[in-house]
């Protein structure tokens, strides 16, 4: 991250004020908000929320009528959030991805922007339900059989959502000061990404509308609440950014995303490519920003493979083939015994196995009895067997395994993982078209997450889920969602490009989208029906003549 | 009061968005926050609270994504606090005067200003302590045995006075809604005017320096809160605008008064006088104000006498002697039987006394033994009792008395009332000293509260409490503490004009001042030491000669 002046979100100001006398009796919070008023660095209006007024009048007071406010710097006020003797060594604000499936946080000094801890945790609500539907249908069950809804009725199952939600990060957050010397109620601020109905699920918002057309979320922007307000253990003035949305399938996630990829204030155009439970892609520079979401994610993230895994130990994540001497070798995360196969582990086998000429351009084994290769024909027979009647590769065999079970690509995992391919494939290209621009126009490809950071971008353009460009077009960011969410910590100007990429943001959507249809059913082999656009990809001509 | 446009404290704007669709999936809360934000007279910022945002939301939907909003209209802010289908035939709002002793109140229909209400009911905080010092005293019994006190400790005595009187507002405010056909829930602001303690007592704020020196209240001038902040038995949402004081014994009933005297707006120099506890007394026009307070007030309010009581009915409020034919008449309010004397009716007597020359110059009875005119000897000797070896006057006997007591002035009657009398002018030339103007540059003096509908400045300036000028001077402007926080409900302006009065006000303190105590011991004599400057008041010998 380039170093700038930090304009952190909650803005320490020292200040002296008179003391009073029988001269200048003016009451303690006037003359606390006077002094302040002062020195604050522009007009916007300065509030004093009604429940703070005890305790920092009685600050104030035993500072002897000087030290540091701390005053949060919110888009249209300033909020004076507490009052203290001095500046401390150390001001604690959090950022926190919160993610469907895990939380990710880390723990920032707003005085030096230095990260002082960071930790992750399982999304608790998993035990409600795995993927964001079911947990608006648990969230939703009361309201459901209502014709017309109380204003304020709140559903006792979004309250449970809410509650498990609340003590999830608040977990997370002990684990994230634990050893840090730093108590949670020193934590002044947060700030936090996640998709629109995880934000619902923890504001306590009604998400009956999200999942129904035309998928109205109740909040896309909401101003900064305080901590107090969410039940969350930190200080309870500490402001909660939330990052903006732009609607119920582009959530405020992808928004710190495209603040930390840089893209929004670029002059060159760059693509942003986020693979979670959906492909979200976006596209722009300075001037205009384009996105979409599509269900191309599944596959990647195994979510589909029957041995599909997230990036965790145990995880494959690397896998090689010598098409010579089809010595297969095998990487774990943390090389773990292998417990399954993610995404990126996925993407290297597949492709291994397309270089091998062990599967056809549909995706198909091949098969070994009408293999001329002696080699690859020994390969083919050591490594495929018969399960439920259709062929299988065993990546690992049952005594390495982990689980003592053996790690075996099926074919439906390939023709699902081919499906999830074309869909990416084919939502980059029609991105493209929407603004009338070739890939060779692109001067970065950001790939965020741990899918970007395992992923093997030389493997993906084989396949053809990526487009055939020069790797060093292809850059991993890592989890740009709690990146982004740190930005905004620090930096006013980037809490206004959230709310500026926002309002400039055009969101294509592709499910009622003829183009993308058409490049969907066109990206179903590998590399393409159109061999021509992927010139980097060998072609085998008995990969073909068993079509 | 002038009819002019209002401008309400919550103003109803009408409004329609678009529908949501598929072409625009804005949010529920960003649609309406757009729709507003296009039609808001101005640019202050508008604020949601994160409270009200479900119901909102669910408010807008349910209206087809039209109707009215509820924005209140706060010094630096819109903040939006409802959202209806139409707007409904009235939007009621409640002024309310906080006093020590009495809470009045008022319900007002911010669409047209008209009074739909009206009601009053006694502080019930009253059983805690009769007045302000002794309330101060219960809220920080605890707190006071602490060396520092916890910034947010609340003292359980100030948690019960806080109770007790937020119990009294809803009880009134169950009055004033009473047969009128408003819910007390439909009422959707409230202005309140009272002293600084009565004030920090019902916000719960530490009232713990306001009584020792250099005198510093917590707070002075607050932003509006909400009703549910409180635990107001009002619309949750409803912004309550409290008047804001200069000091810990000049409070914000004055600030209504001056409010409501219109003489912060005259060119011309007017005086406000309020008789409560203490007598408050401010002079200016619109370039300056000036003002003090002094504890000239009990006498005046039936709180020093022991047959005093304040205005109220069976108070003996009107007296009458001739002094020629010795007839007394005395009328109670409602006509009532006496139960006792009210500050005017005091007045009113002593005033008479001295015409009648039964007192003398210094308000001591006279001897009957040694009068020499025939009817007032007999008068006398009908009249005045010797109890515990002091002269007293029955002014009403006990068979006619409601209590079945009679009604007796003694010395120490009148003694109280001279010193209040001589309090009271002696503030009044100072204050007129302290600018160098003479009584006879003002326009007016108003006189508010009971005191002044009941009091007749004739007796008055008999008495050398007021000043002798013309009659018509004189203005009685009832309860203009209830007035000024009506106002406020209306008018922008006049909200405005609230924290003008404040950072103009200029306060003089008469406890240290020198020039007040020589004014105070030549007020000590009816109508005054010099009697010069009374013209209008007779002298007569025999009232001199026992001296």
């Known amino acids: 991250m380039v170093l700038r002046k930090i304009t952190s979100f909650v803005l320490p100001v020292h200040l002296t004020a008179e003391k009073p006398s029988l001269q200048d009796n003016s009451a303690d919070l006037d003359r606390l908000r006077r002094a302040l008023r002062a ?85 608790s609500q998993i035990e409600y339900g795995a993927d964001i539907l079911s947990r608006i249908h648990q969230a939703t069950q009361e309201r459901r059989k209502m014709r017309e809804v ?20 608040n977990a997370l957050t002990a684990e994230l000061v634990a050893g840090s010397g730093v108590d949670a109620g020193d934590i002044r601020a947060l700030s936090l990404s996640g998709n629109t109905t995880m934000v619902h699920l923890l504001l306590g918002l009604d998400p009956f509308h999200i999942c129904r057309e035309p998928y109205i979320p109740m909040v896309n922007s909401i101003e900064p609440m305080e901590s107090r307000e969410l039940g969350l253990a930190l200080h309870e003035a500490a402001p909660i950014w939330i990052m903006p949305s732009v609607g119920s399938y582009f959530g405020g996630d992808l928004i710190a995303g495209i603040l930390a990829s840089g893209m929004a204030g670029s002059a060159q155009t760059r693509m942003l490519i986020d693979v979670g439970t959906n492909a979200e892609v976006v596209l722009g520079n300075r001037d205009w920003l384009i996105a979409c979401a599509g269900a191309a994610g599944p596959a990647l993230e195994g979510g589909v493979a029957r041995m599909g895994m997230r990036a965790a130990p145990g995880a494959i994540e690397y896998v090689s083939l010598d098409p010579v001497t089809y010595v297969l070798e095998v990487k774990t995360i943390d090389d773990a015994p292998a417990r399954g196969i993610c995404g990126s582990g996925l993407i290297d086998l597949v492709a291994a196995l397309y270089l091998a000429r062990i599967i056809d351009v549909r995706g ?40 003592g079970d053996e790690v075996l690509l099926e074919q439906i995992d390939i023709d699902a993982m081919i499906r999830s391919k074309a869909a990416m494939y084919a939502v980059l290209a029609t991105l493209m078209g929407q603004v009338d621009l070739d890939f060779g126009d692109l001067a970065e490809i950001c790939v965020a997450g741990a899918f970007g950071s395992h992923l093997n971008p030389r493997q993906a353009i084989t396949l053809g889920m990526l487009p055939d460009l020069d790797l060093s077009v292809y850059r991993a960011i890592g989890n740009s969602s709690l990146q982004g ?31 993308f249809m058409i490049r969907f059913s066109g990206a179903r082999f590998i590399p393409h029906t159109d061999p021509s656009i992927f010139p980097s990809v060998p072609l085998f001509a008995e990969q073909k003549e068993d079509l």
């Not at 600050?59 to 401390?88: I, M, S, T």
């Not at 939380?103 to 002082?116: H, K």
């Not at 969410?485 to 943001?505: G, M, T, W, Y």
Request: glycine fraction near 6%; hydrophobic fraction near 45%; charge should be negative.
């Open 39 to 123: 020195i604050l660095p522009d007009s916007r209006p300065l509030e004093i929320p009604f429940a703070r007024v005890v305790s920092l009048c009685r600050r104030f007071r035993q500072a002897g009528f000087a030290g540091v406010a701390l005053v949060n710097d919110l888009p249209e006020r300033w909020v004076l959030a507490d009052f203290l003797p001095e500046l401390p060594a150390m001001l604690p604000a959090m950022a926190l991805d919160l993610g469907t499936t895990h939380l990710e946080a880390t723990l920032v000094d707003l005085l030096t922007g230095r990260v002082l801890s960071s930790a992750g945790r399982e999304n």
């Open 150 to 169: 109380d204003f304020s009725f709140i559903d006792p199952g979004l309250a449970l959502l809410q509650q498990n939600i609340v003590s999830c990060i």
């Open 364 to 403: 198909k084994f091949r098969d070994p009895e009408r293999e001329s290769d002696p080699g690859r024909a020994a390969f083919m027979r050591e490594r495929l067997v018969v399960r439920d009647g259709q062929r299988a590769f065993v990546v690992v065999a049952p005594s390495a395994a982990g689980a």
């Open 485 to 515: 969410a740190q930005q905004v910590l620090l930096s006013r100007s980037s809490r206004q490009e959230c709310l500026d990429i926002v309002s400039k943001i055009t969101y294509v959507e592709l499910n009622v989208n003829q183009e």
